[in-house]
């Protein structure tokens, strides 16, 4: 099984419609977050969090919301969703850099497809 | 923006030929990582290189990071078909809280 599992893989809705896209992980980390990334483009953080009481917003978080139920679990919303939040969605996480051999590295899930029509 | 940019956007090579990608960002760094993204897939880390180090090495890759120059480039040498992939480097800057900032990337074709 995958260390970092996001459902669903692929997701068609309509303009308005809300949506949450789910993340869990087994690896026993502390820090998850999610990223949008657009054809041919990077990676964009939306939201990220250190504990299940840290939640920041990241560099495109407006129409996103997120909710830390547990350690092993980051969910993503998107309220009433829009045609340009259409993209590849990446949840991962990370351990605390230093932490037994941590260097930080990110690992992430296979992602989610949303097309919003 | 804090993101890294990367050249070349894209790379066509031979198989057997090596391939530099390159990587330039804006602030100061904790450290940088590359990651490799196979079509639509997760990303996967490739290996880190911290602000003190200058050059690093994983099997057949070589990064190299200049931060006078706020620089740094990933060489895969003798590429096989396998290692078509888009790559991104990313950045841990210090002010970021331990957060990565991505490049766009360098779509990397390996032909037999």
């Known amino acids: 099984d995958a260390d970092v599992t996001q459902t669903p893989r692929n997701r068609i809705t309509k303009t308005g419609k809300r949506i949450m896209l789910e993340c869990s992980q087994t690896?026993?980390?502390?820090?998850m977050y999610w990223y949008r990334q657009d054809p041919g483009l990077g990676l964009q953080l939306i939201y990220y969090?250190?504990?299940?009481?840290?939640?920041n917003k990241g560099e495109i978080s407006d129409g996103y919301s997120v909710s830390r139920q547990a350690q092993a679990k980051f969910s993503l919303s998107l309220e009433s969703a829009i045609p340009n939040q259409t993209a590849l969605y990446f949840c991962?996480?990370?351990?605390?850099?230093?932490?037994?051999?941590?260097?930080?590295?990110?690992?992430f899930g296979e992602g989610s497809r949303l097309t919003v029509l | 923006s804090q993101q890294g940019e990367e050249d070349p956007q894209a790379l066509s090579i031979q198989e057997g030929e090596n391939a530099t990608m390159n990587c330039s960002y804006k602030?100061?760094?904790?450290?940088l990582q590359w990651y490799r993204q196979n079509s639509g897939r997760g990303l996967v880390h490739l290996i880190l290189?911290?602000?003190?180090?200058r050059e690093k090495h994983s099997g057949r890759l070589r990064v190299t990071l200049d931060t006078s120059k706020k620089s740094s480039s990933l060489l895969i040498t003798a590429s096989r078909a396998a290692d078509t992939a888009s790559y991104f480097c990313?950045?841990?800057?210090?002010?970021?809280?331990?957060?990565?900032?991505f490049g766009e990337g360098t779509q990397l074709t390996v032909n037999p």
């Open positions: 290189i911290r602000s003190n180090e």
């Open positions: 990313a950045t841990d800057w210090e002010t970021s809280g331990s957060r990565l900032t």
């Open positions: 602030t100061s760094i904790n450290n």
């Open positions: 991962a996480t990370s351990d605390l850099p230093g932490t037994g051999g941590s260097t930080g590295e990110l690992f």
């Open positions: 969090s250190f504990d299940v009481k840290d939640i």
């Open positions: 690896k026993g980390h502390d820090r």
